[in-house]
């Protein structure tokens, strides 16, 4: 309010007036929002600075100024500046005496100006003057904000009431009109009571000390009552609507609520689903580059087996030739001596006997291999073994040629040996390089089905490689795309090391070769020292007991072997048992994740059905809802007819009893 008194007075010096030292101390004593100046007489050139003050003036709601002597320019002058002001709500001009250049301004202020809601102007003139009243009731019928209006003491006439009833049939706001202590009389009050049946917001009027009969007051207060049993009806039915619309929302924030909790939970069950199909397309594709190393390393060895079986035809046609001679030769011997026939019969009989323990031997290993396949085709089933069954078959790829280095250099020093022993003795030298030639037979012979069975351990992995590459890639369709990438940096890779693999399998055949061009020249010495066997035949009793020590030197070699292989049999099969523990152990992990995808995935069922059963309970509450604001509309409507009937029936009935009264025969026409 200070502000408001240093603009008063700076807008009264501006105009060249004095401010008013009353009107000064009134507003330093006012409490905010309220502009108390009553029984302050008011200069013009004050309502003047009030008025522009009231045009912009956003904190005062309540303008009392009531008993102010206001003159027809300083009411004009107030009111005018109130035409833009939206604040203040309540207005009082009591006992101010306003005419009809007060009743015009009011009406124009009534016309502009939509927030007043109570306008108070008792004790003043305006029903004196008919044309600015009827100004002033024309304003009211098309004012929307005004709610309670107080003309007692304006000496209204029945023509002003008129007016009035008018203006009330076009308003739609007012709910309390206040017209005691006027001159309505008969006729007044039986225009306003006409009026009323078509206004339904007015629920008080207050008639008395206007000379209106009793009948006139009780059918108004009838209709008072009609208007204001409606008015609280549509309160409560405003009030009840409220409500509801304030359950209907809280319970769509509820289910938008729900609805979001619900998204984020699906959009973290996604994410889970998308990390773990990740991890198993990484997964698959370190399988993808496992497999094709498999590949090529199994591709690699069927290179090497052909070559080595290839040497081996060879070597296997040099034997039979020397076999040939051998048994030329024998033959030329039999001739000589019957001993030495009865000792070779008894060698070949010990050589029947070995070949029979070593057929059994064979068949045993078969046995166990078969028993050891089968492991390996059950372990060989998992996955994520294939890395380390890849390094087991890499070291098995690196002892084979360690020991094929080990048996060429052995098998050098072995030809070397015998050069040195033909060199001693030709005769000696016949029958060790003989018995060295079976030897690398039999030697040759285990190598070959050492190498077959390990073909066959190799092309049961791959079956079993095969048979999980199937598997893997029914469900690796959809991350194809990805992995062929991985699997063409995989490819180029294992090409590369098939590449290295094949140059130094090259070389090894390279050194293979000399040694079979070698041992081809021996083949060639052998035939001369045949040649000159048959001239010395009569020393081959000696040779025999050195023939008997060679061949027991070679059975104790052929033990040794056996012990080696043995050792090497139960080394497999412990690999393979860790193999199976790792395998199974990996096997209940996979079975674990299985389980909790499977839970997850009956989890998010559970939570879409119940979010479906949240959304059919919200729908059919929001329908009851709707039900039930439907049937109390209907109601409203029902009851709206019923007031309507009854008020055309109160208004038949009042205009009968006028046109039947006999009052209406003293009346002057209107």
Known sequence: MEEFRRSYSRLCRESGSEPQEAVLQQLHQLPRGRLDLATQSLTVDTCRALGKLLQSEALCTELILSDCMLSDEGATLLLRGLCTNTVVRLLDLKGNNLRAAGAEALGKLLRQNKSIQSLTLEWNNLGAWEDAFATFCGSLAANGALQQLDLRNNQISHKGAEELALALKGNTSLQQLDLRWNNIGLLGGRALVSCLPSNRTLWRLDLAGNNVPGDVLRAVEQAMDHNQDRHTTFRENQARTHVLSKEVQHLREEKSKQFLDLMETIDKQREEMAKSSRASAARV?????????????????????????????????????????LATAEQEQLSLSQKQAKERKLEQQEAAERESKLLRDLSAASEKNLLLRNQVDELERKVKSQQEQLFLTRQ???????????????????????????????????????????????????????????????????????????????????????????????KSQARLEEQQHLAHLEEKLRLLAQARDEAQGACLQQKQTVAEAQARASQLSLQVEGLRRRLEELQQEL???????????????????????????ELTAQEALREKVAA????????????????????????????????KEAEIARIRDEEAQRASFLQNAVLAYVQGSPLRALSPPK
């Open 396 to 490: 098995e790829l690196t002892n084979t040629s360690a020991e094929l280095k080990m048996r060429a250099v052995q098998a050098e020093e072995r030809l070397d040996m015998e050069k040195r022993r033909s060199k001693q003795s030709l005769e000696d030298a016949e029958n060790l390089r003989f018995k060295e030639v079976e030897h690398m037979t039999r030697h040759l012979e285990e190598s070959e089905r050492a190498m077959q069975e390990r073909v066959q351990r190799l092309e049961a992995m791959r079956l079993s490689l095969e048979e999980e590459l199937s598997r893997v890639k029914a469900v690796a369709l959809t991350e194809r795309g990805q992995a062929e990438e991985e699997l063409i940096k995989a």
């Open 559 to 585: 033990s040794n072997k056996d012990q080696e292989k043995v050792a090497e049999v139960t080394r497999v099969r412990v690999e393979l048992q860790e193999q199976n523990g790792r395998l199974q152990a």
């Open 285 to 325: 594709g370190q399988l993808q580059e496992a497999l094709s190393e498999r590949h090529s390393i199994i591709n690699a060895l069927k290179a090497k087996l052909q070559m080595t079986e290839a040497a081996l035809a060879l070597s296997e046609q040099k034997v039979q030739d020397l076999g040939q001679l």
């Open 600 to 631: 997850l995935e009956r989890q998010q069922k559970v939570i879409a059905s119940d979010h479906r059963e949240a959304l059919l309970d919200r729908e059919s509450e929001n329908a009851c809802l709707r039900e039930r604001l439907r049937l």
